[in-house]
């Protein structure tokens, strides 16, 4: 990952509008959890903005990621999975963010899973495409085709739920690249003029931190079971840059923030086994994407019901 730029938080456009040079747009991609939306913000991007694991509600925040040619800018907003239960203060910022997230926006990726017919939640996603401004794009994206035994069947029975959908298509997000990328190249023909909302070299408007946060609450949700995981949450806390010219690693230092001390066994695990594995594929994937030797220092914390208290959420970034 190449940004590392500050949060760029409200940006105001770039670009002088009456210039007419440029195109730029706002896509959100929206889908119940699981589906794959956070793996086809990847794709779409070319690089790892977004943590993805097989368990649903990994994303909480509507994370940002640009992707821009020559004149040509998108701006795709990942969401976390639409969800009704839950009471908590994360999980109504989650709901938030999907609302804000669509409200004002140029396309909608509506992503659904084609393995299974849709579900509750799945209606409940098309109740919203329904309430969306009538400017509004809608395109239903049907993922996981590599894996889906009746694609079509399923697909059709996602249309009926919105037959409003100016576009339907099926593919793999995970797999089938190219697919993604022709999606894309829909998406950019389609810009209206518009200033860009980004510099061109900005990939995400997450900082460096929360990106890196994100890494490790993935790799603490992949290794971690059962409720465990929505429990989790990391804060970066310092990070040393080594010298110019040195070949010292990157240091980097964070908290894994859980509610309870039993839970806080669990994710050191005997003799520190767990929190080693957590750090050490966490590690890895830090070093393929910043290219660099990385050094990452975990800590345990115990914050009781974190997810309740508004001080703790805004201190993860998560802007309640
Ligand atoms: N077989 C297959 N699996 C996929 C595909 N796309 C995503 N997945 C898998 O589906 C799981 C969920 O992917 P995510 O991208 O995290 O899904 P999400 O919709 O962002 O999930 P939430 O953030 O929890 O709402 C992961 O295990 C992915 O590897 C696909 O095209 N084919
Ligand atoms: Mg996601």
Redo the contacts with the bound molecule.
């Keep these: 990952m190449t940004d590392r730029s500050d949060h760029l938080e409200d940006p105001t456009p770039l670009t002088d509008a009456t210039a007419g040079s440029t195109h730029s747009g706002f896509v959100a991609i929206l889908?119940?959890?699981?589906?794959?939306?956070?793996?086809?913000l990847n794709t779409l991007l070319g690089v790892k903005v977004?943590?993805?694991?097989?368990?649903?509600?990994?994303?909480r925040r509507g994370v940002r990621g640009i992707y821009t040619h020559e004149d040509h800018q998108l701006v795709f907003v990942?969401t976390?999975?639409l969800h009704h239960q839950g009471r908590s203060e994360l999980d109504s910022y989650m709901r938030r963010e999907i609302r804000d997230a669509v409200a004002d926006v140029d396309v909608v990726l509506w992503?659904t899973d084609l393995r299974h017919p849709p579900t509750r939640e799945d209606r409940d996603v098309a109740r919203m495409l329904h309430n969306l401004p009538e400017a509004t794009r809608v395109i239903l994206v049907g993922?996981?085709?590599?894996?889906a035994r009746y694609p079509e069947e399923a697909l059709s029975l996602y249309k009926e739920l919105y037959p409003e959908a100016e576009r339907v298509l099926a593919?793999?997000?995970?797999?089938?690249p190219k697919a993604v990328y022709a999606l894309r190249d829909d998406l950019m023909e389609a810009l209206p003029e518009a200033p860009f909302f980004f510099p061109p070299d900005i990939r995400s408007d997450q900082t460096r931190e929360q990106w890196v946060a994100e890494i490790v609450r993935e790799s603490a949700m992949l290794h971690l079971r059962q409720e465990l995981p929505y429990s989790v949450a990391v804060l970066v806390v310092d990070w040393q840059d080594p010298p110019e010219g040195s070949d010292e690693p990157i240091v980097i230092t964070a908290e894994i923030w859980v509610e309870k001390t039993g839970h806080r066994r669990i994710v050191i695990g005997k003799g520190g086994t767990m929190i080693r594995e957590i750090g050490r594929t966490a590690r890895k994937q830090l070093e393929i994407f910043l290219d660099e030797r990385v050094f990452l220092e975990l800590e345990v914390v115990v914050k009781s019901a974190w997810r309740e208290d508004r001080e703790a959420l805004r201190e993860l970034g998560y802007e309640v």
Aim: no cysteine.
């Design positions: 889908g119940k959890p699981n589906v794959g939306k956070s793996t086809l977004a943590p993805i694991t097989p368990k649903p509600q990994t994303t990942d976390p999975g992503v993922n996981k085709l590599d894996a593919l793999s997000a995970l797999n089938d």
